[in-house]
C-alpha cells in the first residue's frame, strides 16, 4: 500500500449545504423524530414490567432537569407518555418542580424496578456518568433504563456531578 501523491477527491462543505443550513437537520428535528421510536421503547419496557409490577403502571422519570433536557423528553408526551419528574444533580434544582413534576438528586431514586430512566442530558461525558451511577444502584440498562442523548456540549455537566459526588 501507498499512499497517492495527489488528491482524489476535494470535498466542498459550504455552509449553504442543507443538512447545516435547514431546520429539518437541527438537532431539536431530530429528538423530535427520535420521540417516537423512543415512546415505542417505553411502550415494550413498560409492557413487560407490567406483570412484575402487578399491573402497576411504570412512571417515567427523565435524568436532566435542564431547560434542553425538557424541551427534548417533552417530545415524548406528543406520543401520549406522561412524565412523572426529572433526576438532576444540579442541587439548585432538586426539591422543586417543573412544570408540575418533582425534581430529586439522585441519591432520592427508589429501587430498580419501580420506574423507568430515560438519560436525555446531551453533555459530553453524561451518558457514562448516569450509566455508572445507574449500574450502582442496580439499574439495568433496557429494563430500568435506556439512553436517549449522546453529549457533543460543554463539560458544565461533569463539574456539577463531580459536586455532587463530592458533597
Known amino acids: ?14 455552509p449553504g449545504r442543507l443538512s447545516r443550513a435547514d431546520s429539518r437537520y437541527s438537532p431539536e428535528a431530530f429528538f ?4 417516537e421510536y423512543m415512546a415505542g421503547e417505553v411502550g415494550r419496557v413498560a409492557l ?22 425538557r424541551t427534548r423528553a417533552a417530545h415524548l408526551e406528543s406520543h401520549g407518555l406522561k412524565i412523572a419528574g426529572y433526576i438532576d444533580v444540579d442541587a439548585k434544582k432538586t426539591g422543586k418542580s417543573v412544570g408540575g413534576v418533582p425534581v430529586i438528586a439522585p441519591a432520592e431514586l427508589p ?57
Request: some cysteine; aromatic content about 8%; glycine content about 10%.
Open 32 to 35: 423530535r423524530m427520535k420521540a
Open 1 to 14: 500500500m501507498a499512499k497517492v501523491p495527489r488528491p482524489l477527491l476535494t470535498w466542498h462543505d459550504s
Open 111 to 167: 429501587p430498580p424496578g419501580e420506574i423507568l430512566v430515560l438519560g436525555y442530558v446531551s453533555s459530553r461525558g453524561a451518558r457514562e456518568l448516569i450509566r455508572g451511577e445507574l449500574a450502582r444502584r442496580r439499574y439495568a440498562e433496557g429494563r430500568d433504563s435506556l439512553m436517549c442523548a449522546r453529549g457533543h456540549t460543554p463539560l458544565d455537566f461533569r463539574r456539577r456531578w463531580l459536586n455532587w459526588t463530592h458533597a
Open 48 to 69: 413487560n414490567a407490567h406483570e412484575r409490577l402487578g399491573g402497576k403502571p411504570l412512571h417515567l422519570w427523565i435524568w436532566g432537569a435542564g431547560r434542553p433536557t
